[in-house]
């Protein structure tokens, strides 16, 4: 009985893991009462149900996103502002709930938008560049007019908000730098803060900013102080409100309380997020768990009853105010290239290899985090064992670690070599692991042998660094890519190589991962550079190769691929390059994973 053999007709985006907390603020936020949240990683922006836990995403954006804010007045309920990276950055305004783009505000902000904050009428939206004078924006979002631009100073603008009651008056801090402006007609005006005669206060890098009431402004420091403010200016400190830099702040017109985040070494007091009184001289901390202590916050914000927290390691963390339970509603790897990816024989299951130095198992189905295992160095590749009890690592030192799936426990490690390792693979008949490396060789170690992993072949004559790697069906032959831009096929284990054409066009593949071969000559674009595609993978039905390139894109082509620029669907999320990408074993999923974007992305296949 043999399963009609399905092609893949579309993929549609399923699941984000990742949320870009490792270099951007204030960019979490609740919809609809706390019953969603909105966050960005890559070049998408996802809501996600909280009761459901399912993600809807708005993927308009050409480039990574940096900035994402919420329209707080009534009229526009859920009405979102993201801003992007790039040469000619733009800021798009859309409806959360239809993902409909609303206006699109073309920028002068050469290089990337960095901070959006809407004003308290929700018509006016600021802006701020990453340019070198990181210009201030006002624009009228609606008609797309700019109302008044002005280049501020050459250190980084952390912030820019608008009091909470105002259209007219807002705050911008950054590097050594606070100031008040007000904007009249299409005139921007300002006042530098002044500290005055408060002891032992200097101007510090400022990174957030709050608001209270009677012209209350309160500012987060890179030395963990709070700065309080009325009018331009400060009126007192308050001291180690954390033990490393203030990166967020959050208060709310309903109640006036403050939330903080920050870097806080962790004690019995101390909290990486803490809910203060409104004039912030009491404070109540909160210790964040996810299975170790989180000593760095990037963003907050408040909800009913609930504080929404995004760290610096990218996950996203619900508390409750209280009972102080930390909720993970979020997983995604930290900042570090994801390169290693495999997905599971039998099973719902994949796992990812990151330069942050984690492997992560997922569940597909539920959309979760199943474990991690933090390795201490850069993990470069993966591969599970036919049976689907082990999984093998290779690392960016040259070093390979062969785990046991159910208790992650290690079986056996080795390194033979002093270069990553870019390539690990089980052989279809469970008998030998092979591990190609940036050394331009291809090591057979037969795990028959047990954990002590002796090598017991190697290829000879690899022209330069492996790239991707897989075996014949029957175990006896081995298809090498390398970056000479060859594909070479070699015995298992001896290493010879096989030149005989007829030969190998005998050899039926266990998978296909080559973006080398006449059978994939269609993947590359017209003119391509010859790294441009860096990753394929043919579905296990065999009628389809799915691919990932420079351009942050994801494409579908039929299987074999023989005609030059064949056509495809392609499909956009991912910013910067996709590294890798696999469909799980029974074709319903594909999973790619980012370079820069540290994202991994769950595709349905339709």
């Known amino acids: 009985m043999t399963k009609k053999k399905k092609l893949v007709e579309e993929l549609v985006l399923d699941h984000v893991f990742g949320y870009r907390g490792f270099d951007c603020r204030n960019n979490l936020h609740y919809l609809n009462d706390g019953a969603d949240i909105i966050f960005h990683t890559a070049a998408a922006a996802m809501v996600q149900s909280l009761s459901t836990g399912t993600q809807s995403f708005y993927l308009e954006h050409t480039d990574d996103i940096l900035c994402l804010t919420v329209n707080q007045h009534p009229k526009y309920k859920n009405v979102i502002a993201t801003g992007q ?107 530098k803060g002044v500290i005055g005669s408060i002891e032992d206060a200097r101007m510090q890098t400022m990174l957030s900013v709050a608001f209270g009431a009677n012209n209350l402004t309160f500012t987060g420091a890179i030395n963990g102080a709070v700065y309080v403010w009325r009018d331009h200016f400060l009126i007192r400190v308050v001291a180690k409100a954390h033990t490393g830099p203030v990166f967020t702040m959050y208060t709310t017109l309903r109640d006036g309380l403050i939330v903080t985040g920050g870097k806080e070494r962790p004690t019995k007091e101390g909290g990486a997020v803490k809910l203060w009184d409104q004039e912030m001289k009491r404070c109540r901390a909160f210790q964040l768990e996810t299975g170790q202590l989180v000593e760095c916050v990037r963003s907050v914000c408040r909800g009913k009853g609930k504080i929404l927290v995004g760290t610096k390691d990218g996950e996203i963390i619900e508390v409750g105010e209280k009972n102080a339970a930390s909720n993970i509603l979020i997983n995604g790897h930290m900042e ?129 660094f492996v790239i991707q790697m897989d075996f014949a069906a029957d175990s006896k032959y081995i298809e090498v890519s390398t970056g000479a831009y060859k594909r070479q096929v070699h015995e298992v284990p001896t290493g010879k190589i096989v030149t005989e054409e007829s030969l190998i066009d005998r050899i039926t593949w266990a998978t296909w991962t080559s973006i080398l071969g006449d059978e994939v000559i269609g993947i ?46 392609r499909y956009f999320g991912h910013s910067a390059h996709v590294t890798n990408i696999r469909f799980s074993y029974d074709d319903k999923y594909a999973i790619s994973t980012g370079g820069d974007d540290c994202s991994v992305f769950v595709w349905k296949c339709l």
């Open 85 to 191: 990276i790039g040469t000619t950055p733009s800021i798009h305004v859309w409806d959360a709930m239809s993902k409909q783009t609303l206006s699109i505000l073309r920028c002068s902000h050469a290089k990337g938008v960095s901070y959006v904050n809407f004003s308290a009428t929700g018509k006016l939206l600021l802006s701020v560049g990453v340019d070198p004078e990181h210009t201030i924006t006002v624009w009228r979002w609606q008609e797309g007019a700019r109302v008044a631009s002005k280049g501020v100073h050459a250190d980084r603008i952390f912030v820019v908000e608008f009091r909470p009651d105002s259209d007219s008056q807002f705050v911008s801090v950054g590097i050594k730098h606070i100031k008040f402006w007000t904007l009249a007609g299409g005139a921007l005006m300002y006042k």
């Open 336 to 464: 570090g290239e994801i390169w290693g990816l495999a997905t599971h024989p039998s099973k719902d299951m994949f796992i990812s290899a990151s330069d942050d130095g984690t492997i992560r198992i997922w569940d597909l189905a539920d959309k979760k985090l199943l474990n991690k295992v933090s390795l201490g160095n850069g993990a470069k590749c993966a591969g599970y064992s036919p049976d689907g009890e082990m999984v093998a690592v290779g690392m960016k030192n040259g070093e390979f670690i062969i785990f046991l799936v159910n208790s992650l426990k290690v079986w056996g490690k080795k390194r033979d070599r002093n270069a990553a390792i870019q390539d690990i693979r089980f052989s279809p008949d469970s008998r030998f692991l092979a591990v190609g490396s940036s050394e331009s060789t291809v090591d057979f170690y037969d795990l028959t042998l047990g954990p002590s992993l002796n090598r017991i072949g190697y290829c000879t004559d690899i022209p330069s």
């Open 524 to 569: 590359w674009p017209r003119n391509a550079d010859k790294a441009d595609v860096n990753c394929a993978c043919v579905s296990h039905a065999g009628l389809n190769i799915a691919t990932g390139d420079d351009f942050g894109l994801v494409k579908l082509f039929d299987f074999p691929c023989t005609e030059k620029c064949a056509k495809h669907k």
